[in-house]
Nanobody, 115 residues
Framework: QVQVVESGGGLVQAGGSLRLSCAVSGTHISPSGMSWYRQAPGNERQFVASIILNGQTNYADSVKGRFTISRNIAGNTVYLQMNSLKLDDTAVYYC?????????WGQGTQVTVSS
């Protein structure tokens, strides 16, 4: 059974940094791609960043230059380094793993940016 578990969320002041982690377990197949999404109260879930097996990354315009997505060599853990955090970055951050054209989601980790 594939499991996706996020960690690293918390409370941080505006301008600060956080590093999120997402680990995939329960499969020997490396995800073909892993992504971060976020959802603020009252808003739809929105794309943040993604990385595929060849290392190619993609970012939402709102986080370009501030967030960096990376993964471990095995490809089953992905990180999101978030710098220069803004109040608007407050949300629940979700990790999605694509494995054999199926998507698996984690339960999310809360990121709260305070002024």
């Amino acid at each position: 059974q594939v499991q996706v578990v996020e960690s690293g969320g918390g409370l941080v002041q505006a301008g600060g940094s956080l590093r999120l982690s997402c680990a995939v377990s329960g499969t020997h197949i490396s995800p073909s791609g892993m992504s971060w999404y976020r959802q603020a109260p009252g808003n739809e879930r929105q794309f943040v960043a993604s990385i595929i097996l060849n290392g190619q990354t993609n970012y939402a315009d709102s986080v370009k230059g501030r967030f960096t997505i990376s993964r471990n060599i095995a490809g089953n853990t992905v990180y999101l380094q978030m710098n220069s955090l803004k109040l608007d970055d407050t949300a629940v951050y979700y990790c999605r793993a694509m494995i054999l054209q199926r998507q698996f989601w984690g339960q999310g980790t809360q990121v709260t940016v305070s002024s």
